[in-house]
């Protein structure tokens, strides 16, 4: 009680002797230090009081904080949900990757078998159809030799016939046609 005496004494200017003696001379020359002035603080104390008390109680500032301190409370839960589903993923991402290298392994090797097996069959085919070509191309040689044998026994005979001509032409005397041409007719006259 003695306290708030003081303290209504000193912002009111009030007297040593109407405030009393005793303690009070002993503590007034740490109040009235210069820039350390205790009525500053009490109104301080005074204003924001009543600061907050307008505010917690008129414009309902603790509702306002606890729903905001909800609100924080449910997006970090939120966001601790998001995380362990982040992580999750994460492990399904490794597990994945880690089955990957095991799949590119086995379609390397696979892809080694088949690339194998596909230079196989090339180098059959290849041999198959150079048979085939080897056994086509003798054919087309020996029809091409047959072509030219009978080509040039036709050309032989006709340069026979050409150049027996020409001899006969030569050679023949005009008794030598009229003694053929009788021969000729007799033999046609036999035969009938």
Known sequence: MKIVITVVA???????AAAGQ????RVQPYLDYPGFEVW???????????????LFRKANLGLAFTTRRESIKNELEKAR????AALEKLKEVEERLTG??????????NTKREAEAERERIVKATEEEIAKLTTQGQREIENAARTAKKDLQR?????????AEAMLK??????DDARLIA?????MGATQ
Not at 22 to 25: E, I, L, S, T, V
């Open 100 to 109: 990957l290298s095991n799949q590119i392994a086995s379609i390397n090797e």
């Open 10 to 16: 000193f912002m009111f200017g009030i007297s040593e």
């Open 183 to 187: 021969r000729n007719i007799e033999e």
């Open 170 to 175: 030569r050679e023949m005397r005009p008794e």
């Open 81 to 84: 949900q998001e995380r362990d």
């Open 155 to 163: 050309f032989t005979a006709e340069e026979s016939v050409r150049l």
């Open 22 to 25: 005793g303690w009070w001379h």
């Open 40 to 54: 500053k603080f009490f109104n301080l104390a005074v204003f924001v009081s009543l600061l907050l008390f307008i």
